[in-house]
């Protein structure tokens, strides 16, 4: 399992200590954040910005420079327009604009494999 609970331990060493091999075995460190992880962050940006009651320009924003993704000019201008209205105050056609919109920025990222053989099988 990944991650590391909040619980009590002897002491404050112990906890980085374990923290450093949680990360360790994940191939990650504090200096190199893997692909995988970066996809995971963006994936979970997301997933809880289209929950808010409201779009948030920000979330994008940031996930466009942790994955040094380029947004283009005419699409931040338009995402930044719709920063903070409700979702249930925009037109239909105006919401799923900016939802296609984000997802399609967002495609590379979020659709990224590691290392993904893929294999054909033949009916026998």
Sequence with gaps: MFG??????GNIGDLVRDAQSC??????????ITPDMHRLA?????Q?????????????RDCATMV??????ETEDFLRAAHCIHWGEMEPEF???VTAMVMVLFKDVLTYEQ??????????
């Design 4 to 9: 590391l609970e909040l619980r009590r331990k």
């Design 23 to 32: 990360l360790a075995a994940h191939g990650l460190s504090i200096h190199q």
């Design 42 to 46: 963006v994936a979970h940006s997301l």
């Design 48 to 60: 809880s910005m289209f929950a808010k009651p409201y779009f948030d320009v920000c979330t994008i």
């Design 68 to 73: 040094k993704l380029v947004v283009p000019k």
């Design 95 to 97: 919401r799923q604009a």
């Design 115 to 124: 290392d993904v053989q893929v294999v054909k099988v033949e009916p026998s």
